[in-house]
């Protein structure tokens, strides 16, 4: 889930599921928690930069592409660390900061093949409607449609999987601990029950934002010859990425606005994929997690803190 913040001042709190834990982001620090073997939960946390920050946080594409990365590279992070420590192949003090090539390898497959799946085949597979139907733009409207298809069955058939239905159960418990901290209420167990699984900035969700914000973005520019409609495609991912982190930062300020809540709703309809009741165990790892996040982040904040 992307960083959004609440409060005065406003703290950013965000985060994703990892391997049996919780991985959770603030401004200036990342936690993650991992349940061991043994049963016990392993927390480790580290500073991350101010790129976001400084004056690059003002021009609004660059920033979308960077708060993309970041979210990326963190995760990684955080997968890494937790596959570790849930087969028992590292303790607690097991750094957060390096990442192998093996990791950036797999992620740079990942995001190619992301990219291929969501933007190019659907283009693949529409291109001959282009010259069957007799307005071009009708053939962008069925990629687009295509598009979010593709997105909704690959979410749904991601989950029919047992390791992954674990993930999703982990993913509802961060969602439900942060929407807890939202809105003012201890962190226990009891309390972070009362809240759904989803939440309006939810980075799963991400997906469907961006195949909604690439229809509209590519509706205009028709259908030209293939060569030219695929490389559009692939040029404008930047472009589309950062449309959809700011459609979500924006669903995630104004979540109680009727407009934002109609406009989202598929996201939150998503979710329902996504997301799995989470047991007590593992609400317990999101906690550890953000408590450890809320810590860190006020070190930083007050280096004199204890």
Do not use: F, N, P
């Given at each position: 889930m992307p960083p959004s913040g609440s409060g005065d001042p406003p703290i950013s709190y965000g985060g994703q599921a990892v391997i049996e834990g919780v991985m959770i982001r603030s401004p200036r620090a990342m936690a993650v928690a991992a349940r061991r073997p043994d049963g016990g939960i392993a927390v480790q946390a580290r500073p991350v930069g101010g790129l976001l920050r400084g004056p690059l946080r003002r021009v609004p594409l660059l920033r979308g592409v960077l708060a993309l990365w970041s979210m990326i590279a963190l995760g990684i992070r955080a997968l890494s660390w937790s596959s570790a420590i849930a087969d028992g192949r590292r303790e607690e003090e097991g750094d957060l900061g390096r990442i192998g090539?093996?990791?950036?390898?797999?992620?740079?497959?990942?995001?190619?093949?992301?990219?291929?799946i969501i933007f190019l085949l659907p283009v693949a597979m529409t291109a001959w409607l282009a010259t069957r139907l007799p307005a071009p733009w009708l053939a962008v409207a069925a990629e687009g449609l295509l598009r979010v298809g593709i997105v909704v069955g690959y979410v749904w058939a991601l989950g029919r999987a047992a390791e992954v239905r674990r993930l999703f159960e982990y993913h509802a418990a961060e969602h439900m601990a942060i929407a807890t901290l939202e809105r003012g209420h201890a962190l226990t167990v009891p309390a972070i029950r009362r809240e759904p699984r989803e939440h309006p900035r939810c980075g799963t969700a991400f997906l469907l934002t961006v195949a909604v914000v690439a229809g509209v973005v590519f509706l205009p520019l028709g259908a030209p010859p293939l060569p030219w409609w695929l490389a559009s495609r692939v040029a404008l991912v930047p472009l589309v990425a950062a449309g959809a982190n700011a459609a979500i930062r924006f669903a995630g300020e104004h979540r109680q606005a009727p407009l934002a809540r109609w406009a989202f709703w598929g996201n939150l309809a998503l979710q329902r994929l996504t997301t799995r009741e989470p047991?007590?165990?593992?609400?317990?790892?999101?906690?550890?997690?953000?408590e450890r996040a809320r810590a860190e982040e006020g070190r930083a904040q007050d280096p004199a803190r204890p």
């Open positions: 090539a093996r990791a950036w390898a797999s992620a740079l497959a990942s995001i190619l093949g992301a990219t291929a047991d007590d165990e593992q609400i317990q790892v999101a906690v550890a997690a953000l």
